[in-house]
Nanobody
């Protein structure tokens, strides 16, 4: 079993920045990903960023160039740096762990999830 806990959410204005953190009990094994997801009201949960054990990362087109996923192996923490935020980025953000490298942004491939943290971007 893997425990994850997000923090760092909040309210910002358009163009602002936030960094989310996800404390994890242990990183996944080689070949597996950790990911960031979000769910806006009335919409399905979507994968936005994933990072492998070796640091390889992948992003959804909607956040590419604005968001950066990285991790600190010593602190067992995953991060999501979010810049140039837009109102459409408003959502609950979740971190997850355990997807295979073939599906780093697939919601249904992640067995372990945090509780989520709210991000609100106002215009």
């Amino acid at each position: 079993q893997v425990q994850l806990e997000e923090s760092g959410g909040g309210s910002v204005q358009t163009g602002g920045s936030l960094t989310l953190s996800c404390a994890v009990s242990r990183f996944p094994e080689r070949g597996y990903f950790m990911g960031w997801f979000r769910q806006a009201p009335g919409k399905e949960r979507e994968g936005i960023a994933g990072i492998a054990n070796d640091g390889r990362s992948t992003y959804a087109n909607s956040v590419k160039g604005r968001f950066t996923v990285f991790k600190d192996n010593y602190k067992n923490t995953l991060y999501l740096q979010m810049n140039s935020l837009k109102p459409e980025d408003t959502a609950i953000y979740y971190c997850a762990s355990g997807a295979p490298f073939t599906a780093p942004l697939r919601v249904d491939k992640y067995p372990y999830w945090g509780q989520g943290t709210q991000v609100t971007v106002s215009s």
